[in-house]
């Protein structure tokens, strides 16, 4: 059972098009965060989420955290190629581990 | 730098020959994780440390074993590898198990490993 289904899985877009991304569950998170892996690397910590109804802007990307904690989005703004990697979410749940989600896996053609 | 190091970056190995992949942090972190990454399946983890001494089974601990004899090192071993372990692994650590709220996981750059 995959706690957190991240959708779309797979997207392909022009430059200069916005995107979203999102990250759903049906169990309760304490807090949410999303990671971005380039191929050959590891993940890397983009932003922290932890309050519901929360919204966070790092650049051109918007993250939220839905009211009831069991959700985010990711919303790219005229994405660029230098955009193009795997996004992953990751809850945590008061337990030992992060749970990360299945990723998409964008790519942004110049 | 702060960093996460894994050793090797890429591994072609043969059933049942053991093998070690390494994972050393240089920021004084307590907590140290592995993952494998499969496609479709996302980051599952395998192990996990939360200081030195310290260790507990992940989500798919099955063939693998781990040792956290110091606090910068955290070795993955396979003792007797077998093709289902072909994977992408992924050694990351935190300051600590609660502060991964706020820090999150530094993930090293993986380690590439084929069994045949």
């Known amino acids: 059972t995959q706690l957190l289904e991240q959708s779309p899985q797979f997207l392909s877009i022009q430059e200069g098009e916005n995107l979203t991304v999102y990250c759903n569950s049906s169990s309760v998170f304490s807090s949410l965060q999303w990671y971005r892996q380039e191929p050959g690397e590891g993940p890397v910590l983009l932003v922290t989420v932890v309050t519901g109804g929360e919204v966070k802007k790092l650049k051109r990307l918007t993250f939220q955290f839905g009211d009831a904690r069991k959700d985010s989005s990711l919303h790219i703004t005229a994405a660029q190629p230098g955009d193009t990697g795997l996004y992953l979410c990751?809850?945590?749940?008061?337990?030992?581990?992060?749970?990360f989600g299945t990723g998409t896996r964008l790519q942004v053609f110049p | 730098e702060a960093q996460v190091t894994q050793n090797p970056r890429y591994l072609i190995t043969v059933t049942g020959k053991k093998l070690t992949v390494t994972c050393s942090q240089n920021?004084?972190?307590?907590?140290m994780s592995w993952y494998r990454q499969d496609p479709g399946l996302g980051l599952r983890q395998i192990y996990y440390?939360?200081?030195?001494?310290?260790?507990d089974k992940g989500d798919v601990p099955e063939g693998y074993k781990v040792s956290r004899k110091e606090k910068r090192n955290f070795p993955l071993i396979l003792e007797s590898p077998s093709p289902n372990q072909t994977s992408l692994y992924f050694c990351?650590?935190?300051?600590?198990?609660?502060?991964?709220?706020?820090?999150?996981?530094?993930f090293g750059s993986g380690t590439r490993l084929t069994v045949v």
């Open positions: 920021m004084n972190h307590e907590y």
């Open positions: 440390s939360m200081n030195v001494e310290v260790t």
């Open positions: 990351a650590s935190s300051p600590s198990i609660r502060q991964q709220l706020l820090y999150g996981y530094t």
């Open positions: 990751a809850g945590d749940r008061n337990t030992d581990k992060l749970i």
